[in-house]
């Protein structure tokens, strides 16, 4: 299905825009601050469909693809779901601070994931500004020159990584096998002034959304979906296929 994911996101904001609500969501702050510096409604609508791109697209693309790695590595699923339910007995007890501070093997996997299958794998230019030019890596490049950095390549290259295509959270977990990783080359959220602001609020939800589907599912794979990962192509972004997934809430 192709989806003009401005129009659909616009669409959202100018719904949310027309509702009067005392509910305390981001368009609530961003509204009242907007208000405050009398931004036009043409501003207000472009900021705020740019909050809803950036921050829905990516953090479904790594669910997706955390979903499918994890179920199609038993030892990793297996791992997992253990840490998951037994730190928490029951799906009220899942609070926040225990799924960042409290499940490292989540961590690992989710890091994994990203590193593999991040979620914006091209990454975002930058341009030389200074009139001298700049060196990068030892090499002169100079004033204007856009740059970047290809995250699925640099995640990905035997140069950083050992085992580079392989799903291993245990590189994350201090296995020794992985210690000459350069675990610091994964910046799925990029790095800088102009960093991704919604990091943080990304890593809470893909973690809590993990956390509860395992808590409470025994999850398997739909048919055909073996190869789901092959072949996906990507842009900036990348086209994936729906990921059939059969769920059975636990006994
Ligand atoms: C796994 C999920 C996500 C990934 C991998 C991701 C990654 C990125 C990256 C690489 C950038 C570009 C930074 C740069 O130019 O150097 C970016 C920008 C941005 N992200 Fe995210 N992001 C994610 C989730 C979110 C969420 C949940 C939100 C908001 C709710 C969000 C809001 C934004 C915004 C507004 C920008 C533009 C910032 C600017 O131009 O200054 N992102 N993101």
Not at 43 to 48: C, Y
Not at 145 to 158: D, G, K, P, Q, R
Not at 224 to 247: D, F, K
Request: net charge neutral; charged share 25%; proline share 5%.
């Amino acid at each position: 299905m192709q989806v003009n994911y401005n129009e659909a996101s616009l669409k959202r904001v100018r719904k949310r825009m027309a509702i009067d609500t005392d509910r305390h969501d981001f368009m609530h702050y961003f509204l009242k601050q907007a208000n405050k510096e009398q931004l036009p409604t043409e501003t207000i609508e472009a900021q705020a469909t740019v909050v809803i791109l950036a921050g829905s697209e990516t953090s479904s693309v790594a669910e997706t693809a955390a979903v499918y790695h994890i179920l199609t590595h038993p030892d990793v699923h297996k791992k997992l779901q253990e840490e998951i339910r037994s730190a928490f007995a029951t799906i009220e007890d899942i609070k926040l601070q225990d799924v960042l501070y409290k499940l490292p093997y989540l961590d690992a996997v989710v890091q994994e994931t990203l590193r593999i299958h991040t979620p914006l794998a091209n990454g975002f230019t930058r341009w030389v500004p200074d009139r001298n030019g700049a060196m990068i890596c030892g090499e002169h490049v100079p004033q204007g020159t856009v740059v970047t950095i290809n995250h699925y390549c640099s995640n990905t290259s035997a140069s950083n990584f050992r085992d580079p295509m392989s799903f291993i959270p245990d590189r994350w977990m201090g296995d020794a096998t992985y210690a000459d990783d350069k675990r610091d080359v994964v910046q799925p959220f990029s790095v800088g002034p102009r960093n991704c602001p919604g990091r943080q609020f990304a890593l809470y939800n893909i973690k809590l959304t993990l956390a509860h589907l395992l808590w409470r599912f025994d999850l398997k794979l739909g048919e055909g979906t073996e190869n789901w990962a092959v072949g996906q192509r990507i842009y900036n972004g990348w086209i994936q296929p729906a990921l059939p997934v059969l769920m059975e809430k636990r006994a």
